[in-house]
């Protein structure tokens, strides 16, 4: 809540602050000018830093790598360009931070070290949501592929409706040939 008080309400005033300041050191007309001359630099280059951004995603991915890197340059891109397009000196600046590769390398490497950690990868992501609850709850950790033991594998705890890997009864049943030759009926 005082993130979107600071954003919509904060920011505001202050970016009309710095505008009328400045419009009374240098003129409206010039004051109109820059903001104008912002918004078409940021949009050439929110285009061209996007387009370079798209082509380093598509490279990872046919260089078969996780794209991390990219899609947060990207994310960075995005920012930086709504900031450019917004009327003001300040969130010009901050446009300007993100979209130029340099400063926005540090900042990249800032949020991925803040986020690192807070981002589950690999096999082992599967497991994190509801898995790794009902283990905490039962007193342990199930290990990665392993059910915990308040599954109901075992006759304890919920009763599980089809089979391990099936989310919340979603799978179809298909029969084996073992079934269809024992003529079981279709579940």
Request: aromatic residues 6%; proline residues 9%.
């Amino acid at each position: 809540m005082p993130l979107l008080i600071l954003l919509f309400i904060v920011v505001p005033v202050v970016e009309l602050y710095v505008i009328i300041q400045v419009g009374q050191a240098i003129g409206v007309i010039p004051t109109l000018a820059i903001l104008i001359a912002d918004a078409l630099l940021g949009s050439f280059l929110l285009r061209q830093q996007g387009r370079a951004a798209w082509i380093r995603f598509n490279r990872a991915l046919a260089e078969n790598r996780i794209p991390g890197r990219e899609v947060l340059d990207g994310v960075l891109i995005i920012f930086g360009g709504a900031f450019l397009l917004t009327p003001g000196f300040l969130t010009d600046i901050v446009g300007l931070v993100l979209l130029i590769p340099p400063t926005r390398t540090l900042i990249r490497g800032g949020i991925a070290r803040m986020l690192k950690g807070r981002v589950a990868m690999g096999p082992r992501a599967s497991h994190w949501g509801y898995t790794r609850m009902r283990s905490r709850r039962a007193g342990r950790r199930a290990a990665p592929g392993e059910p915990p033991p308040d599954w109901g594998w075992a006759g304890e705890g919920p009763p599980v409706t089809g089979r391990p890997g099936d989310i919340e009864g979603t799978a179809h049943e298909i029969r084996d040939e073992d079934e269809l030759k024992r003529g079981e009926p279709e579940r």
